[in-house]
């Protein structure tokens, strides 16, 4: 009969040979502890060999009859056991109780017919044999094996048998055990959880909020920081994230007390010293009394590299398109090239820009503009192509580099007046126009290997811009020379025809003539 749980039960265990009572008590529905006094004597369940053996079965754990003296007939007043029974050695049931049978599906009597193998799932029926082998060689064990209900589910039972012998008996073994089905499955579905997690594209850590020490972290975080677990499990936030100073450390948890949640983006540094950008996602959590902080920590170094991208590629647009502007607006050299100059300096970062024109009659290369301009007659400096940096990068018609070395090495007038400068490193791009190639844009750094990173290709569309609108200057320039001849000539003329011939007297007051000679 069984009575509330709250107040124990007594629960009949049934054999063959008849029932007798047997007392338990319970601290929930499937979880019963047994009264020992209604078990045999510890001495009856003493094995008598001590040779050493092992047993297997399904899991089970190994133990040999050397340990047999530490061993005793299971003490259920230390586990919660519900299932009881007996079996002979060749596999037959001999006693169960009603719980164990209720947990199958099946009624006493009906698992007292059947075969013990049978309840074995099928894929562990051969270890069954083995177990019977051993069990009589070895006389314990203890371990796991998996059933089968009645109904065509499994159960995982955890159980301790040993064998029994009195003399004129036969042996028996008499075993308990107890079901940790549900327990194997949390178990399963942690080990579930544990694996997704640590195969996902995110660092994921628990840390202790005041302390800031990690509880917890998946294997990216081991992998983007290069640390063992074992190793960053010893470590704090402060260890690996470089913003994280006393007075940050209470901005982040005061917001995150407040908020409950917080995103942020910082500096981790590895195990061998070198960074890379992270956004954090911290979350607060509060479980059986005490606070943790769950970070999801991603490593956005493309994204950082896409938006530098992006920003450089925005300002490439912009520096042409002011080039452009600057080509319609301006028409002077004098006042075009520093604006050019300065949509340049956005990209390049140049500390002086100039060109250098080539002039075919010499062979040499003048200096047309610089921004801004240093030294004294400089600009409109004309110099030979072998005797200039610019004229080596006019022959190789291609975006040529000079360091600090390079200008060193050469005895040449603007060489030397550029190192006296703080020259140390210098950039010369093609300027190629419709009408051919016509000279060099200079960038200059005081600073070493500035432009070793340059974008040559988008130098080469800046140059190209930078050629259109001088070849428009010159244009210009060359209209307005053009211009101001003929109207010298016009005066000359003029001049010329009144003094001459005195042809202001021969026209008189006559408008059509007057007419005339203003058209001239």
């Known amino acids: 009969m069984l009575r509330d749980q709250r107040v124990g039960c007594i629960e009949p265990i049934v054999s063959r040979a008849g029932v007798y009572p047997l007392a338990l008590s319970t601290a929930s529905k499937n979880s019963w502890t047994i009264d020992p006094h209604a078990l045999p004597s510890r001495d009856a369940m003493q094995p008598k060999s001590?040779?050493?053996?092992?047993?297997?079965?399904?899991?089970?754990?190994?133990?040999?009859?050397?340990?047999?003296?530490?061993?005793?007939?299971?003490?259920?007043?230390?586990?919660?056991?519900?299932?009881?029974?007996?079996?002979?050695?060749?596999?037959?049931?001999?006693?169960?109780?009603?719980?164990?049978?209720?947990?199958?599906?099946?009624?006493?009597?009906?698992?007292?017919?059947?075969?013990?193998?049978?309840?074995?799932?099928?894929?562990?029926?051969?270890?069954?044999?083995?177990?019977?082998?051993?069990?009589?060689?070895?006389?314990?064990?203890?371990?796991?094996?998996?059933?089968?209900?009645?109904?065509?589910?499994?159960?995982?039972?955890?159980?301790?048998?040993?064998?029994?012998?009195?003399?004129?008996?036969?042996?028996?073994?008499?075993?308990?055990?107890?079901?940790?089905?549900?327990?194997?499955?949390?178990?399963?579905?942690?080990?579930l959880l544990r694996l997704l997690i640590d195969h996902s594209n995110d660092a994921i850590e628990v840390v202790d909020p005041q302390t800031l020490r990690f509880l917890d972290v998946n294997r990216k975080a081991c992998l983007d920081l290069g640390y063992s677990r074992e190793e960053l499990l010893s470590l704090s936030v402060p260890d690996v994230d470089c913003t994280m100073d006393k007075a940050m450390q209470t901005r982040v948890r005061d917001a995150l007390y407040q908020a409950g949640a917080l995103i942020r983006e910082n500096i981790h540094r590895r195990k061998d010293g070198t960074t890379f950008p992270v956004e954090v996602n911290i979350k607060h959590v509060q479980h059986a009394g005490r606070d943790y902080a769950i970070t999801v920590v991603r490593d956005i170094t493309e994204r950082k590299r896409v938006q530098d991208a992006l920003l450089q590629s925005q300002k490439r647009l912009q520096t042409l398109l002011e080039i452009n502007n600057a080509l319609v607006s301006k028409l002077e050299p004098k006042d075009l090239f520093p604006a050019i100059s300065t949509s340049l300096h956005a990209v390049f970062h140049q500390d002086i820009a100039g060109i250098a024109l080539y002039e075919s009659e010499g062979h040499a290369m003048r200096i047309y503009a610089m921004d801004p301009p240093f030294g004294d007659g400089l600009v409109g400096l004309s110099v030979p192509v072998s005797n200039c940096l610019a004229g080596h990068a006019f022959i190789k018609d291609a975006v040529t580099f000079f360091q600090r070395s390079d200008l060193e090495a050469k005895d040449y007038e603007v060489a030397t007046r550029s190192l006296a400068y703080g020259i140390r490193s210098l950039c010369f791009i093609p300027l190629r126009s419709p009408n051919g190639s016509i000279g060099v844009l200079a960038l200059s750094s005081k600073r070493d290997r500035t432009f070793d990173e340059i974008d040559t290709d988008f130098a080469k569309q800046v140059a190209t811009q930078v050629a259109i609108a001088i070849d428009n200057t010159r244009a210009y320039r060359r209209i307005e020379e053009l211009n101001h001849r003929l109207n010298e000539e016009k005066v000359y003329i003029e001049s010329e025809l009144q003094t001459a011939l005195h042809f202001d007297e021969i026209v008189g007051d006559s408008p059509a003539l007057t007419e005339v000679m203003q058209q001239i």
């Open 50 to 191: 001590s040779e050493p053996s092992s047993l297997d079965f399904e899991a089970g754990h190994q133990i040999g009859r050397s340990e047999a003296s530490a061993f005793p007939a299971p003490d259920p007043s230390s586990f919660e056991y519900s299932l009881l029974y007996t079996h002979d050695l060749a596999g037959k049931l001999i006693s169960i109780n009603p719980a164990a049978a209720l947990i199958l599906g099946y009624t006493v009597e009906e698992m007292l017919e059947m075969p013990m193998r049978e309840f074995i799932v099928p894929e562990f029926r051969e270890k069954f044999e083995e177990y019977l082998t051993k069990i009589q060689r070895d006389w314990v064990a203890r371990g796991l094996a998996c059933v089968g209900t009645k109904a065509g589910g499994q159960r995982v039972w955890e159980y301790q048998n040993i064998l029994h012998t009195v003399t004129g008996s036969s042996p028996t073994v008499r075993g308990i055990a107890r079901d940790i089905t549900e327990r194997r499955l949390a178990e399963n579905s942690l080990s």
